[in-house]
């Protein structure tokens, strides 16, 4: 029996559903990136960095080439980067409007209405 694919997108959303994937999403937008250079702009222990990836990569939407001792990982597909920049975009209009929520309680004075 096949799964929904309402399920099925809900699965890709909860894969994608941990602040260091989303990260490492954002790092490979900028192209292929080895393993030590992820790790440095994350600063987090190697062993949890590769838990992640491990998650990432069967997920299918990075892939990793090893040459000698370096690992490189890249985004699967350029839809990938698009996903990113929707998200970016969804929370930049979500915040903006936060924000004139907020402006509009600080002018009136905190007051019932």
């Known amino acids: 029996m096949s799964?929904?694919?309402?399920q099925a997108?809900?699965?890709?959303?909860?894969?994608?559903?941990h602040p260091v994937r989303i990260r490492v999403?954002?790092?490979l937008q900028d192209g292929p990136t080895p393993v030590r250079d992820?790790?440095?702009?994350?600063?987090i222990e190697p062993s949890a960095l590769s838990q992640q990836l491990a998650v990432l990569r069967r997920?299918?939407?990075?892939?990793?080439?090893?040459?000698g001792s370096t690992v490189v990982y890249e985004l699967a597909g350029g839809d990938v980067a698009e996903l990113m920049r929707a998200a970016r975009r969804i929370l930049t209009q979500v915040l903006d409007g936060q924000n004139e929520l907020l402006e509009e309680l600080r002018e009136s004075g905190g007051g019932t209405q």
């Open 3 to 6: 799964v929904p694919l309402y």
């Open 9 to 17: 997108k809900a699965e890709f959303f909860r894969m994608l559903g």
């Open 25 to 27: 999403l954002e790092l």
């Open 38 to 43: 992820l790790l440095a702009a994350m600063e």
């Open 59 to 67: 997920s299918g939407i990075v892939t990793a080439t090893r040459t």
